[in-house]
């Protein structure tokens, strides 16, 4: 990554800081006594005299990327009336290991989630294969369905292909991120694309099981060439957006950073798909609990039958991000919300 800019800007606030922290620390240090520690300049804080015995703290740096500024920075002021002194390198030291804390905590989340997503994916690709492979090899389960379903699992084996590789070759490559070339942004623009096949594919599903139990149950065959412009072409359109206005308006290294407003414009279409499936899901449990009434069934049977479907629909509709849809804020929250995401997106397929 380019820190060019980064670092200017560190040296600009560095160099207007130092000669008014040095001159308070003079002013001061004249009037101060032997029972307290002297203002003094780190390097990156200013620290005001106190009392021997204590420790000063402040809140971390604003100017490094990597600090939480929630945290605190200490500094000891020994019984001697001197600033703390590190063994290791005999030299006055502030402990900032505070604020690299939840950063280095991050960290490991994400490295974490990065196995968990490339064995997820890789589990998803053996579930799918044998999957395909039976809808392909028995003729006998030809259907407007099945086919559906064989466009719907192939979205999920080009997302899990192009995410391994995304994965592999360009978030875990630091060296292609810096040089930044063009071939790692078409990565990413195919990377967002199949992304959304597989939502829309689900839209897809969503609209045909909707329209063959609600609108029309004894209907004739649904033109499935609406279905393919649906599921494969109209992701196009967000993921052509996006990269145009990620050129003029925000175009790191890779496209690889998530802190952009621009990535709704992948995600809004997804939200809305996903929104119009929870709605076709409600319908079809409805007319499916009216249907189920008619057969004089047992009540308890009833809605077992109607959770069945339920659960059933849930998976196939992408209906589960519905209902986890903002990020919590505290960490251990975040945290767990990353986990249930990363489950839910990279084992979805098996459960499907």
Known sequence: LDYSGFWITIAAFLLLTLPWCLSVCVCVCLAADETACNRTWDGWLCWDYIQTGLTATQHCPDYFHNFDTSEEATKICTEDGYWFIHPESNRTWTNYTSCTKSTNEHRQVAINLYYLGLIGHGLSLIFLCISLGIFFYFKSLSCQR????????????????ITIIWFTAVVNNQDLIQTNPVSCKVATFVHLYAFGCVYFWM???GIYLHTLI????????????????????????PALIHAVARSYYFNDNCWISHNTSLLYIIHGPICAALLVNLFFLLNIVRVLITKLKV????????????V?????????????????PYKPEGSLSFEIYEYMMNILMNYQVRTV
Do not use: D
């Not at 004739?220 to 196009?236: A, I, R, T, V």
């Not at 057969?295 to 109607?306: G, V």
């Open 146 to 161: 099945i086919t559906l379903h064989k466009n719907l699992f192939s979205s999920f084996v080009l997302n899990s292909t």
């Open 203 to 205: 839209l897809c599903e």
């Open 214 to 237: 609600v609108v029309a149950v004894f209907a004739e065959k649904q033109h499935l060439m609406w279905y393919y412009l649906l599921g494969w072409g109209f992701p196009l359109i």
């Open 295 to 306: 057969t004089h069934q047992a009540e308890s049977s009833l809605y077992m039958k109607a």
């Open 308 to 324: 069945r479907a339920t659960l059933i629909l849930v998976p196939l509709l992408g209906i589960q991000f519905v209902l986890l």
